[in-house]
């Protein structure tokens, strides 16, 4: 297995074509609890899902985040995006943290985990934080998803800042807002198959 120890190059990443992430076709918002069952049943099916949250930036000094505003888990073939404020899909959501059953790969949950205390008073289960995998390769600094997406798949994976930032309590998502969250859950469940791929 190759033993990448040096992250690549900005400038190299830029240079890269972009990786091809999930579309729309196959980005669900669940919006009730009808759809909530569905995704629950076909996530927990799968038994391992790329896991991310996203939330409203908090601008002021001291200002404490009430995120996560959206939640997202995406096999390889789909994504399904959650919103915390929709109380019908509530018990979906924790059902999904909760499960032992259900592995969740992500980058960097730190601040996710955080947040999911404070917004729900629990401690997700079954996580797997891709940057442990990485510093067992022998990376000292943090490896995000770009970075990973670069090194394993020689592609550059476009995060566009005004996204980042934008505001994801929204009660409507914009359609580019839910192309982003989908594939940062969709980079990690492909980091996570690739790495494994290489033993």
Do not use: C
Not at 36 to 43: G, P, R, S, T
Not at 52 to 71: I, Y
């Amino acid at each position: 297995m190759p033993h990448f120890n040096i992250l690549p190059h900005k400038d190299d990443i830029a240079a890269m074509e972009p990786f091809t992430g999930l579309t729309m076709e196959n980005i669900f918002l669940v919006t009730d609890k009808r759809q909530a069952d569905l995704a629950v049943e076909e996530l927990l099916k799968a038994g391992i899902v790329g896991f991310d949250t996203e939330s409203r930036p908090t601008f002021q000094k001291g200002e404490k985040s009430e995120g996560p505003h959206v939640l997202q888990f995406a096999t390889e073939e789909k994504a399904y995006i959650f919103q915390s404020h929709i109380e019908e899909t509530k018990d979906a959501i924790m059902e999904l943290l909760k499960s032992p059953d259900l592995n969740k790969i992500g980058f960097d949950m730190r601040g996710d985990l955080r947040q999911i205390a404070d917004r729900f008073g629990i401690r997700p289960s079954a996580l797997s934080d891709l940057d442990r995998h990485f510093k067992r390769l022998g990376y000292r600094n943090s490896v995000g998803a770009k970075s990973a997406i670069a090194m394993l798949f020689k592609k550059k994976l476009i995060k566009s800042k005004s996204i980042t930032t934008s505001n994801w309590a929204e009660k409507e998502l914009s359609e580019r807002q839910l192309i982003y969250a989908a594939n940062d859950a969709y980079a990690a469940i492909k980091v996570y198959h690739a790495l494994n791929a290489q033993g």
